[in-house]
C-alpha cells in the first residue's frame, strides 16, 4: 500500500484484516480462588509474606475489641449490667483480658452472681442487725417497766 486512498481497496479485497481482540479469561483465575475458598494452595511454600503481613493482628485484636465492646453495650441496653460493671468490664476489655466473647459473658455472669450474693448476705445481716436492735429495745423498755412497777409497788408498801 503506497498511499492512504488505496487500503480501502485492501481492505475490500480482504489482504488488510482485522485482527481478533485478544481474549484474556478469568476462567483459571476463578477456578483457582473457588479452590483457596476451600483452603486449598496455602500451605507453607505458596506463602510469600511473614504471618503478620498477611494477616496483622491489629486488625484481629480491633475485631475482638469491636465484638466485646458491641456485647457491652447490648448488655447495658438491656438492663443486664449496669453503667457501674460496663465501665469496669469495659477497662478489662482494654485491658486485653478477656480473649473472647464467651469468656466476657461467663466473667459478666460470675460477677452478677457474686454482686448478688454479696447483696443477700448484705440484706441478712441487716436482717439480723434490726432483730438483735428490736429485741434489745424491747429488752430495756420491759426492765424499766419492771423498774417501774418495782418502785411503785415499793412506795405503795412503805405507805
Not at 434490726?130 to 430495756?140: G, Q
Request: aromatic letters at 6%; charged letters at 40%; a positive charge.
Amino acid at each position: 500500500a503506497n498511499s492512504r486512498q488505496n487500503i480501502p481497496k485492501l481492505i475490500k479485497d480482504g489482504f488488510v484484516i482485522r485482527k481478533p481482540t485478544k481474549i484474556h479469561s478469568r476462567a483459571r483465575t476463578s477456578r483457582e480462588q473457588a479452590a483457596k475458598r476451600l483452603g486449598r494452595h496455602t500451605g507453607y511454600g505458596k506463602r510469600r509474606g511473614t504471618r503478620e503481613a498477611r494477616l496483622p493482628t491489629k486488625i484481629l485484636w480491633l475485631r475482638r475489641h469491636r465484638v466485646l465492646r458491641r456485647l457491652l453495650k447490648k448488655y447495658r441496653e438491656a438492663k443486664k449490667i449496669d453503667k457501674h460493671m460496663y465501665h469496669s468490664m469495659y477497662l478489662k476489655c482494654k485491658g486485653n483480658v478477656f480473649k473472647n466473647k464467651r469468656v466476657l459473658m461467663e466473667a459478666i455472669h460470675k460477677a452478677k452472681a457474686e454482686k448478688a450474693r454479696e447483696k443477700s448476705l448484705a440484706d441478712q445481716f441487716e436482717a439480723r442487725r434490726s432483730k438483735n436492735k428490736s429485741t434489745r429495745l424491747r429488752k430495756i423498755s420491759r426492765r424499766e417497766e419492771r423498774i417501774a412497777a418495782g418502785v411503785s409497788g415499793v412506795s405503795a408498801k412503805k405507805e
